[in-house]
C-alpha cells in the first residue's frame, strides 16, 4: 500500500504538468500567444463568474504559479476585467472580458472534446466517477491532517 500511495502522490503531480503541456499545444492551435497555460487554467476557473482573488484561489490550486503575477498579466492582454471593490479598497472582483469570454468558450468546447474522447477511447464514465471520488477522499484524508 505504501508503494502504491507514493506513485499515487508522484503521478497526481506529473498529471497536472502534463495537463500543462496540453493545454499550451491547445492554444497554440487556437492561435493565443499572449496567453500560458497557467493563466488559461486561472481563465478557465473563473468562467462565468465574478470572484475575488482568494475566491480564485481557493477554488483552483495553481502548481507552483503566482496567482496575484498572472492575473496582472492576463488584465493587461484584455483577458480579464478587475473590478476595484467599493467597500474594501484592499480587495477586487475579476471576471472576464469579452476576450477572455470567446477564450473560454474556446477552451471548453476543447475540452469537451477531450472528454468525450476519453469516454469513447480510454475510460467509461462510470470509472472516471470512481476517480474523481478516490481523489476526494484522498484530498479529505490530507486535509485532516491540517486541522488537527
Known sequence: ???????AVVMIERLHRLFLEVIKIELDRLGTPDINNVQALVLYNIGENQLTVGELTNRGYYLGSNVSYNLRKMVQNDYVVQIPSPHDRRSSHVKLSAKGTSLFNKLDKVLGGHA???????AAQG???TFVNTLRKLEAFWSSFLTR
Not at 468525450?116 to 480510454?122: I, P, R, S
Open 127 to 129: 470509472d472516471m466517477t
Open 116 to 122: 468525450q474522447t476519453l469516454q469513447d477511447k480510454v
Open 1 to 7: 500500500m505504501k508503494e502504491a500511495y507514493f506513485e
